[in-house]
């Protein structure tokens, strides 16, 4: 095996994994507290050996006792890895989870405008320019349909058995047809077709035309 060795440079993140993977060949060596503390120690160079050199001199001149390996560990990321940094990138983490929740939230609603708009689409295909369902066998607009077709029909039955039979039109009181009146005038003298009252002012042309000869000679009649 070749224990990974340590300087203490580089991003803070370096120690905790020197110490991870460290941990885990003397894991496999089976290895007591006190056995993994002297190991690690003799794979630290550089910065780090010359850190562990000073907090071993101060431990024994207080007489502190021998340092167990969690304390080991402690005492190493609290130098090399300080809680600040540890806490600022727990802090990163923590912002990049809620981040990446409000990000699923807003895909999802995405989606769900994305589903709806679609199945807006597909009913809209299926509908007339008016509105109306396209296929009129479909259950509600058929029965609809029915009942619309089945007043109309009554209420063409019903104009049939009201109306004249003189003049075939629904009308209340006498019939001006029958009664022989005029449509347009209300006169009994004549029928519409030879009233004189033209609607544009002009006169009837089915009415017989009076010529000068035909005036002269019921003038002469009357001065005998």
């Known amino acids: 095996m070749h224990p990974p060795t340590f300087d203490g440079h580089g991003d803070p993140t370096l120690a905790e994994d020197w110490i ?4 885990e060949v003397l894991c496999v060596l089976n290895c007591t507290d006190k056995q993994k503390v002297l190991y690690s120690t003799f794979q630290l160079t550089g ?18 006792g021998v ?3 969690p304390h080991f560990k402690q005492i190493c990321f609290d130098s090399f890895f300080p809680r600040s940094i540890r806490d600022a990138r727990a802090k990163d983490f923590a912002d990049l989870i809620q981040n990446f929740s409000e990000l699923v939230d807003k895909v999802t609603i995405v989606e769900r405008s994305f589903k709806r708009s679609v199945e807006l689409q597909e009913q809209r295909k299926g509908l007339t320019p008016l509105g109306f369902p396209s296929n009129e066998n479909q259950g509600p607009w058929k029965r609809m349909k029915l009942v619309n077709n089945l007043g109309q029909s009554q209420v063409q039955d ?15 009181g006498d019939c001006r047809r029958r009664a022989g009146w005029c449509f347009r005038c209300g ?20 009415l017989p035309q009076r010529t000068d000869f035909a005036a002269r000679g019921k003038n002469q009649h009357n001065a005998m």
Do not use: M, Y
């Open 20 to 23: 991870q993977d460290i941990e």
């Open 158 to 172: 019903n104009q049939r058995n009201n109306s004249c039979k003189s003049c075939n039109v629904v009308h209340f």
């Open 67 to 69: 340092v167990s390996w």
């Open 187 to 206: 006169k009994h003298s004549h029928l519409v077709r030879d009233c004189p009252k033209q609607p544009d002012g002009s006169v009837n042309p089915n």
């Open 47 to 64: 910065e780090a050996k010359r850190w562990w050199i000073s907090e071993r001199t101060i431990r024994e001149a207080g007489r502190r």
